[in-house]
């Protein structure tokens, strides 16, 4: 289950609430008890990144590399 972060916009309470994701929004405050109690945008805790990562895995077509467009195949010098 992800961990949301809210404030409130009337006190300034800050908590992080663990919630299922089809769990309805946080709405009152549990410091002041008003309805303004919202979800903070925060940075996700992983990022995939690297030449081994490609858009998706299941992907039957040609693949994209997130990480760079670099052919291999054709790079190959001839003499």
Sequence with gaps: MPI?????QACGF???CLQ???DAPIVDCPACGKPEFTKQVSAPSFRLAGTG???TDFNTGAK??????RD????ATSD
């Design 14 to 16: 800050k908590k992080d």
């Design 53 to 55: 990562w490609y858009e």
């Design 64 to 69: 994209k590399n997130l990480a760079g467009d």
């Design 72 to 75: 291999t195949s054709s790079s």
């Design 20 to 22: 299922k994701m089809g």
């Design 4 to 8: 949301y972060g809210y404030s409130c």
